[in-house]
């Protein structure tokens, strides 16, 4: 029998009932049969209330003698039967919860007028059928959830709850894993709203907590039906907003760690006091490595930039991690990168000693490079003093990170035997650095340094600045940081552990450094005062063997031909030193050498300059000669073709020197030329000369560098036959002394064997190792 | 060397440093036909080295591989140095061991790495045929050359890179 059958038969049967005792209602019992039919859309109730005849006709039927129960019966039977049939026929089109409900108030209508139902024999069929519609149709009840939890999200809890009875009466009982979810969503966003930006509050998560059982836990506990004190629950949604809180911390980690630092220290203690398990510290740092690597280490970041992010990171973590675990690994991540830069060593040592940042400053520092030197200057003041004592205070619990922390709500002695019984143990390695005092007295510094490959790497660099400092002193006066720094550097770099005696002699060289400078003071004086020469020269009397760090003095000065003037008063002070110091002999270093100029030229510049000494020779001949080659100045100054040119370029860039390109031949420009574009061109394109020379300079150093190592690479081939570049990189870190010097990273190692390969000084094998050629 | 080894070694010796200073110098002023090369860059303490048979000798343009062991004690005690090719000569055993004064009784501590590998070749080139370790190549180097240099031949491997 079919649907249309059936309903047919249904009303016939209405009909006949009818028609036995008054076949004149027939008319009225059509027109209400046809009112309440949901499925006949164009003539039913359409939801307004009946017309006076169908009013009427209810009446008179329902009410009137003939009705007899079977009547009713079977009339509530035709509604079900009318109601069921549209419901199958239009439930999968339901998509939203107010769907369901416009459908349910049109099958509810008509019951209101045609009353011929109890209250719960209407229910139970409403019930059936959303139980019906909600196991059918996936769509909708995921549509519900999703509507439930963005009035949650919206606090519109009255509707909410609304959905949520008629959910339960869906399911025919409580959901309360519906609930929880949309529970949990809730803290998640409140948890976010007020946790975010508040890095400065110390207790954000009780606050926050706080605030979210002040206004939504009695409408949670009306919903979950459970009591507003039960701590079970209250202790779990605490739990979810640390873990919520750990989640927006971990997402933001860089910029707690350093963009923000030191000003999220209250947010950074907190983050300490809830990260309870390892798992929970590696994802912290994993994500920071993971964001230090794409915001930091690339080439556009200056050194400063990165040293400065790698020390706040480093700080941040010594507070965040109590166990001193972590922060070896952004040390261990961060070093190959600096590694291979090339000032990461002498940015770090003028932040690190305080020494002034102008004198860092190369020509292309800007005021925001140096801004951050500054910055850096300032994170690393005081690090050579022991990390703070709040750091300590906590090394010193009981049980550093787990020490107990009580909870109001549960008994105390419940507690301390759950604390005391539940113990885990941690791994081997953080017992040893809980026990270990001397690492909590570990200073900055010393992280730091082990950035670095090696202290000598420091003491190499800290020489060669010094040394370089020393030389370019105008006067005897060392400024006091420079004193300050290297006391600090002394102390800290403790060379009396050191096994070879190289690095010791190397560091006490900078004594002898000073006292040749106390020395050249005295002796100046003397020659100025007493031996009467002339006070235009300020002599630095060096032991040269002791001054190797920075350039090599042993080898023997070119002999320049100076102004006569100047000879003469040279000449003067070899004599007197040599009757002041029997037996010794004063030589001139001219690379070493600084000259002051004043330059007045025939248009009325007068210009002063502070040149060395190869630029003011170049000047000096072509003043006195009036113009010449190249070719002719390196043969009168006998300086270098590449010394020559550097000058002149120089002195045509300070639009001192004019270059013919008819004749090749350099004079003094005495008018300058007003051309103003000219000047630009002339100097923008000597930029790009110096640019490329710089690249030049920094690669042929390297080979250079290399060079040194090559004998030590044919060694270890000749006697181990083939070895891979990872190999031969960690057998010259061993085997080169630290006088020459290593200092390639492995992937600049590999450039310079590929280049040994191209040279046919050596072979790749097929698996990529490296032998020497036959 | 008087009395024990161990009580005549200044305080702070490290057998490490000299052996890395032995080492540059042997890099940078090499022998020609001689080298050596620790083995592991994690222990100094063993290296390997390789010995180009002087001319003019039945060791001519062959090469041969040795490892020198350096105990805590060097230079004040010597290394054992043995070859680790295949060796046919009168003062070297099937084993590779050698009989050479100075790497026994008469070692001092200013001998080094590159007097060895010299004296080694050296005793290439003139064997000490009055205490041999192998009478047979004794016997023939004195008397029968060709027989001599047939049986070095039959012996000698070349080094595999």
């Known amino acids: 029998m079919t649907l249309s059958d059936e309903g047919r038969e249904l009303s016939e049967q209405l009909h006949s009932l009818l028609h036995d005792v008054d076949s004149s209602l027939e008319d009225d019992l ?47 039977k035709y509604m079900i039967f009318q109601t069921r049939k549209h419901f199958f026929l239009n439930y999968q089109s339901l998509l939203y919860f107010k769907d369901v409900q416009k459908l349910e108030r049109y099958y509810e209508f008509p019951t209101r007028y045609v009353n011929i139902f109890s209250s719960e024999e209407w229910c139970d069929e409403m019930s059936g059928l959303r139980n019906y519609l909600i196991r059918q149709n996936s769509g909708l009840k995921n549509n519900i959830q999703l509507r439930l939890e963005q009035l949650v999200h919206e606090d519109d809890f009255d509707m909410a709850c609304k959905i949520y009875e008629w959910l339960c009466q869906a399911e025919g009982r409580l959901l309360p894993e519906i609930l929880v979810d949309v529970l949990l969503s809730k803290v998640k966003l409140f948890a976010s709203k007020n946790m975010n930006s508040a ?69 950074l203690l907190e983050l300490r006091s809830v990260l309870k398990t390892s798992v929970k510290y590696t994802e912290l740092i994993t994500e920071f490595l993971y964001q230090f690597e794409s915001k930091m280490l690339n080439p556009s970041i200056t050194t400063a ?51 002034d940042a102008s004198d860092l400053s190369s020509k292309n520092s800007t005021s925001t490079h140096m801004s951050i030197a500054s910055q850096l200057s300032a994170e690393l003041r005081g690090s050579h003093q022991p990390i703070s004592s709040s750091t300590a205070e906590r090394g010193n619990l009981p049980h550093g990170k787990h020490a107990l922390s009580m909870n109001p709500y549960e008994p105390a002695y419940q507690q301390i035997i759950d604390y005391y019984l539940h113990w885990n143990p941690e791994p081997a390695d953080s017992i040893q650095a809980n026990n270990d005092q001397a690492l909590i007295s570990k200073e900055l510094f010393d992280i730091i340094v082990e950035l670095f490959d090696s202290k000598d790497v420091i003491v190499r660099e800290f020489l060669g600045l010094f040394t370089r400092k020393l030389l370019g002193l105008r006067g005897y006066k060392l400024e006091s940081n420079w004193v300050q720094s290297l006391k600090v550097v002394k102390k800290k770099l403790d060379f009396k552990t050191y096994s070879s005696a190289q690095e010791f002699s190397n560091i006490n060289n900078i004594d002898v450094m000073l006292r040749d400078v106390k020395h050249s003071e005295e002796l100046c004086s003397l020659m100025h005062e007493k031996l009467g020469l002339s006070d235009r020269i300020i002599p630095k009397f060096v032991s040269y063997l002791f001054w190797n760090a920075h350039s090599d003095f042993s080898a023997l000065p070119k002999d320049h031909p100076l102004p006569k003037e100047l000879e003469a008063d040279i000449n003067n002070y070899k004599k007197a030193y040599t ?108 930029e790009i000369v110096n640019a490329t020379d710089s690249v030049d300079l920094q690669q042929q150093q390297f080979i250079d560098s290399m060079q040194k190592v090559l004998p030590f690479i044919k060694g270890m081939l000749t006697n181990l036959g083939s070895l891979k570049a990872d190999k031969i990189h960690s057998f010259l870190k061993m085997a080169v002394p630290k006088e020459i010097g290593y200092s390639a990273t492995p992937s600049q190692l590999q450039l310079y064997l590929n280049a040994l390969v191209e040279e046919s000084k050596l072979v790749k094998t097929p698996n990529g190792a490296f032998r020497l050629a036959k | 060397m ?106 001092s501590a200013v001998y080094n790495v590159q007097t060895i590998l010299l004296s080694l070749q050296s005793l290439l080139e003139e064997p000490n045929n009055s205490s041999p370790l192998n009478a047979v190549a004794a016997e023939l180097w004195d008397k029968d050359m060709r027989e001599y240099k047939k049986k070095l031949i039959a012996r000698y491997e070349e080094i595999d890179d």
Request: with cysteine.
């Open chain 1, 579 to 686: 009757n002041v110091k029997k037996g010794r002999k004063l030589r001139l270093h001219p690379e070493q050498s600084i000259v002051e100029l004043q330059l007045r030229l025939a248009d009325g510049r007068d210009l002063n300059y502070e040149v060395t000494l190869d630029e003011a020779l170049v000047l000096s001949y072509l003043s006195s000669n009036g113009d010449g080659t190249v070719e002719e100045i390196v043969k009168q100054t006998n300086l270098d073709i590449s010394q020559v040119e550097k000058s002149l370029k120089f002195w045509v860039k300070s639009s001192i020197l004019r270059y013919s390109t008819e004749t090749s031949r350099y004079s003094v420009e005495e008018r300058q030329n007003v051309d103003v574009k000219h000047a630009v061109e002339r100097q923008s394109s000597s």
């Open chain 1, 305 to 355: 930039e990165i040293l400065l992010s790698y020390v706040r990171a480093i700080k941040s973590i010594l507070i965040v991690d109590v166990s001193f675990r972590y922060f070896q690994l952004l040390t261990n991540f961060v070093r190959p990168y600096l590694m291979e830069r090339h000032d990461t060593v002498a940015t770090f040592l003028y932040a690190m000693l305080g020494l």
């Open chain 2, 2 to 107: 008087e009395g024990s080894s161990k009580s005549s070694i200044p305080d702070g010796h490290s057998v490490v440093s000299r052996l890395q200073s032995e080492l540059m110098q042997l890099m940078l002023s090499p022998s020609p036909g001689l080298s050596a090369f620790p083995e592991d860059e994690e222990d100094l303490t063993k290296w390997c080295g390789i010995i180009t048979g002087p001319d003019g000798t039945p060791y001519e343009g062959m090469r041969f591989k040795i490892a020198l062991e350096f105990a805590q004690t060097y230079p004040y005690t010597a290394p054992k140095v043995r070859f680790v090719s295949p060796m046919w000569h009168p003062n070297v055993d099937m084993s590779g061991n050698i009989c050479l004064d100075i790497l026994k009784d008469q070692w």
């Open chain 1, 199 to 267: 890095w400065t509050q110390r207790f954000t998560i009780m606050e926050a907590y706080n605030l979210f059982v002040t206004n939504y836990w009695s409408v949670f506990c009306r919903m979950l039906q459970c009591m507003e004190d039960d701590h079970e629950i209250t202790n779990e949604i605490y739990r979810c907003f640390e873990e919520e809180f750990i989640r927006i911390r971990t997402s933001q980690v860089f910029d707690i760690f350093v963009t923000g630092f030191p000003t999220t220290k209250p947010t």
């Open chain 1, 30 to 76: 059509e027109g209400i049969l046809t009112w309440v039919n949901p499925n006949e859309p164009g003539s039913n109730h359409q939801m307004r209330p009946p017309s006076l005849r169908v009013k009427s006709a209810i009446k008179s039927l329902l009410n009137g003698v003939v009705t007899s129960e079977s009547f009713i019966d079977l009339l509530g």
